[in-house]
T-cell receptor, first 110, second 112 residues
Framework: EAAVTQSPRSKVAVTGGKVTLSCHQTNNHDYMYWYRQDTGHGLRLIHYSYVADSTEKGDIPDGYKASRPSQENFSLILELASLSQTAVYFC?????????FGPGTRLTVL | GDSVTQTEGQVALSEEDFLTIHCNYSASGYPALFWYVQYPGEGPQFLFRASRDKEKGSSRGFEATYDKGTTSFHLRKASVQESDSAVYYCALGEHSNNRIFFGDGTQLVVKP
């Protein structure tokens, strides 16, 4: 019954490969976000979206693309994965000022 | 631009100690302020908010008071427990903006 789910929960990818991280929400929220979490850097915003078929760049968009095909689904795409993209990735949806986060995806790029 | 600064990267306490985590903000307008908590292996979760000067937010024994004069929203708890060990994020949001700005987080470690 979790409102924001992410898949996969963990993934090992090879350098130069394509990676897609998926997020699904049942909150019926318009806003969705992708964050990256690294030790010592807190949460950094990669991309966000406030309506289906539209995405916006956050603070660190380089190397990432986003796709919002429907209100419920929001994907993060790494076309050419690099070692520096090893991190934990969180998706969130938002109502008012309250954000609801998913459980995270741990991505390791080798 | 808008930003949030948390002074402490890590705080180590013993059970029943008093907790203070400092949070200062910079914003062009009149933001709402928040605290989020992240337990190991989970995503961050909303703790509480305050929307106007002198308003106190609270939850689970934690509290913070919005202070526009000192641009602060410090998190306090009178007596911490080992189960409070987590990362705490201060954040702000403005109606004119589509996003919420998070601080870098403070790791709280409480020893039994």
């Amino acid at each position: 019954e979790a409102a924001v789910t992410q898949s996969p929960r963990s993934k090992v990818a090879v350098t130069g490969g394509k990676v897609t991280l998926s997020c699904h929400q049942t909150n019926n929220h318009d806003y969705m976000y992708w964050y990256r979490q690294d030790t010592g850097h807190g949460l950094r915003l990669i991309h966000y979206s406030y309506v289906a078929d539209s995405t916006e760049k956050g603070d660190i968009p380089d190397g990432y693309k986003a796709s919002r095909p429907s209100q419920e689904n929001f994907s993060l795409i790494l076309e050419l994965a690099s070692l520096s993209q090893t991190a934990v990735y969180f998706c969130a949806s938002r109502t008012g000022f309250e954000q609801y986060f998913g459980p995270g995806t741990r991505l390791t790029v080798l | 631009g808008d930003s949030v600064t948390q002074t402490e990267g890590q705080v180590a306490l013993s059970e029943e100690d008093f907790l203070t985590i400092h949070c200062n903000y910079s914003a062009s307008g009149y933001p709402a302020l928040f605290w989020y908590v992240q337990y190991p292996g989970e995503g961050p979760q909303f703790l509480f908010r305050a929307s106007r000067d002198k308003e106190k937010g609270s939850s689970r024994g934690f509290e913070a008071t919005y202070d526009k004069g000192t641009t602060s929203f410090h998190l306090r708890k009178a007596s911490v427990q080992e189960s409070d060990s987590a990362v705490y994020y201060c954040a702000l949001g403005e109606h004119s903006n589509n996003r919420i700005f998070f601080g870098d987080g403070t790791q709280l470690v409480v020893k039994p």
